[in-house]
């Protein structure tokens, strides 16, 4: 609306008569008229705008058709070390450093490589893939176990399953992963931004249609009233 459109709609408002006598009054109210036709054209417009975007933004995304690696195995040999590590190498076992220093060097990979269970499958891989790089980085304790120490076959046992650990994790590594995640959410919340100016610029719209219909609809009453007078 323009400054005289805003001034006549005050003048409404604030419980004022159209008048009928005046050429400015019906001058507006004439251009109040083109303003409701060409507004209603635009919502009709963006409407269909809005509908087709919110259609969009359920779009199958670019990461959706990645293939998701099956986790199974890899769920299996967590829990083998999980059962092993915690229940079976308790710290009531320890006797000695070099014991200590295999259960620390244990539970501080599985800490930095074993990501928990996530119902969330697409987070799960994800986050899987950003451990593999950390397997490496704790080198393990320089003194082995000797055969007869009451540990040796835990130990022994536990690092199997963490080099099978390692051959599932590469396994499900997904090449250029995160390029195409990234690329994806992005496309996600650029979809949602765009529906969102959209649906403000329609409501802006339909307010100004209902601005408008009020004020053709006082023209009309305060002219029915004055020939009623």
């Known amino acids: 609306m323009n400054l005289q459109m805003l001034a006549l709609q005050t003048i409404m408002r604030n419980g004022g008569k159209f008048k009928e006598t005046e050429p400015v009054f019906k001058n507006i109210i004439f251009d109040v008229d083109s303003l409701l036709y060409e507004t209603e054209l635009k919502t009709s417009i963006l409407k269909r705008q809005v509908n087709c975007s919110r259609r969009n933004l359920y779009k199958t995304s670019e990461f959706s058709s990645i293939q998701v690696p099956d986790t199974t195995e890899y769920d299996k040999v967590v829990d083998q070390i999980s059962n092993l590590l915690f229940d079976d190498m308790s710290y009531d076992m320890i006797t000695t450093h ?58 022994m046992t536990c690092r199997e399953l963490f080099r099978k650990l390692k051959v599932e994790h590469k396994r499900m590594v997904v090449p250029k992963l995160f390029k195409k995640m990234k690329k994806s959410v992005e496309e996600q919340v ?40």
Not at 105 to 110: E, Q, T
Not at 129 to 139: A, D, G, T, V
Not at 193 to 209: D, M, W, Y
């Open 98 to 155: 070099e014991q200590l220093e295999w259960k620390e060097y244990f539970h501080g990979l599985y800490d930095m490589v074993i990501f928990p269970y996530h119902s969330d499958r697409t987070h799960y891989i994800q986050m899987i893939n950003e451990l593999y790089k950390y397997f490496n980085i704790l080198k393990p304790p320089e003194k082995q176990l000797l055969p007869g120490d009451p540990l040796y076959i835990d130990v």
């Open 190 to 229: 650029r979809r949602r931004l765009q529906h969102k100016k959209l649906e403000l610029k329609l409501k802006k719209l339909v307010n100004l249609r209902s601005e408008c219909l009020e004020m053709l609809k006082w023209s009309t009453s305060s002219r029915t009233d004055s020939d009623s007078e």
